[in-house]
């Protein structure tokens, strides 16, 4: 695939109940990231991946959420015990490597509606 | 730590009038700029990024910026747009190489363009 996909594109959810969602980054990028658009917050940095390991957590707002990456390549975030304030578009991006010059080039988002 | 500033939330303008989206920044470190475009219902697309070198940096789609340090703005600006151009755009910082870390983008709050037949 030429871009950076996810899936699914929507996911409607009961309150309290766990969901997936499924980041597929650019072959051969080492650096990814997702980040999280909510109508009150705008664009939010959650975690950044460098191959397999993720050097930075720090905007993961809960420990309900939690992410992984496997094969230096597809990334789940997985947030549990949904609340309706987990409500948002999640957006990943990946890079070549993570320099600081380098280009994000991010997927479509999953749009996440907790009941 | 960074933040970013976009002091306009909505901008409606005509059809090839020119037009300049607002973008301050506050970094304790050099950084580096950036502008995405995010058109309804998809990802954000990169349109220009300043490094280093000429502060005047063109992007795609007849877009450009110019980086001032000592007003900390990276304004962007077209000289005419088109109704293709209504979408969010995004002002983003993130440290630059010689501030160590990765590239770790500080997004503004957004500011939508509406362009108007």
Redesign the interface.
């Known amino acids: 695939g030429a871009g ?1 996909s996810q899936s699914p594109s929507n996911k409607v959810t009961e309150k309290g109940k766990d969901v997936e969602l499924r980041c597929d980054p650019i072959s051969g990028h080492t ?1 990814l ?1 997702w980040y999280r658009q909510s109508l009150g917050q ?2 939010e ?1 959650l975690i ?1 991946f ?1 191959g397999n390991s993720a ?2 957590k720090s905007g993961l707002p809960s420990d309900r959420f939690s992410a992984e990456r496997t094969g230096g390549s597809v990334s789940t975030l997985t947030i549990q015990r949904t609340q309706q304030e987990d409500s948002a578009v999640y ?1 990943c ?1 990946s ?1 070549l490597t ?12 999953t749009r996440l509606t907790v009941l | 730590a960074q933040s970013v500033t976009q002091l306009d939330s909505q901008v409606p303008v005509f059809e090839e009038a020119p037009v300049e989206l607002r973008c301050n920044y506050s970094s304790s470190v050099s950084v ?1 700029l950036f502008w ?1 475009v995010q058109y309804p ?6 349109l220009l ?1 300043y ?1 280093s070198g000429s502060t005047l940096v063109k992007g795609i789609n007849g877009f450009e910026a110019e980086f001032n340090k000592s007003q900390t703005s990276f304004h962007l600006r077209k000289p005419s747009v088109h109704i293709s151009d209504t979408a969010e755009y ?1 002002c983003a910082v ?4 010689f ?1 160590g ?10 500011t939508r363009l509406a362009v108007h037949p």
């Open positions: 950076v650096a990231y705008g664009l940095f950044y460098q050097p930075d957006l991006a890079s993570g320099g600081s010059t380098d280009t994000q080039y991010f997927g479509p988002g | 580096y995405y219902n998809q990802g954000l697309q990169l990024k490094l995004f993130s440290p630059s190489m501030s870390g990765y590239n770790k983008l500080i997004f503004g709050a957004g």
